[in-house]
């Protein structure tokens, strides 16, 4: 099992950057490919990106590719999501998520067996 901690949230104006950071404690790090998602009020949870493991391969949203960027670091157990030029739709609960690496899926919450409590990201206009 694994138990993650998001944080780095915060209000924002648009335009302006966030970086979110993922905790993980509990199993192998890297034995898990691991993800972001977001919920907006009154929206389903989305997917907003995802890495397979360290310098592996990265997925993106449409809404969010070539402003967000996913990475991670195994020696400290955390998956970072850097929000650049960002939007008020933007404005939302984001969720780090864990799975086994030997699972194929990563695109869907669905995939996802971890989650953590979620930090709040708000950008005004």
């Known amino acids: 099992q694994v138990r993650l901690v998001e944080s780095g949230g915060g209000s924002v104006q648009a335009g302006g950057s966030l970086r979110l950071s993922c905790a993980a404690s509990?199993?192998?790090?890297?034995?898990?490919?691991m993800g972001w998602f977001r919920q907006a009020p009154g929206k389903e949870r989305e997917f907003v990106a995802a890495?397979?493991?360290?310098?592996?391969?990265?997925y993106y949203a449409d809404s969010v590719k070539g402003r967000f960027t996913i990475s991670r670091d195994n020696a400290k157990n955390t998956v970072y999501l850097q929000m650049n030029s960002l939007k008020p739709e933007d404005t939302a609960v984001y969720y780090c998520a864990a799975v086994p690496a030997f699972r194929n899926s990563l695109l869907t919450s669905g995939d996802y067996d971890y989650w953590g409590q979620g930090t709040q990201v708000t950008v005004s206009s």
């Open positions: 509990g199993d192998t790090f890297s034995s898990y490919k």
């Open positions: 890495n397979r493991w360290s310098g592996g391969s990265t």
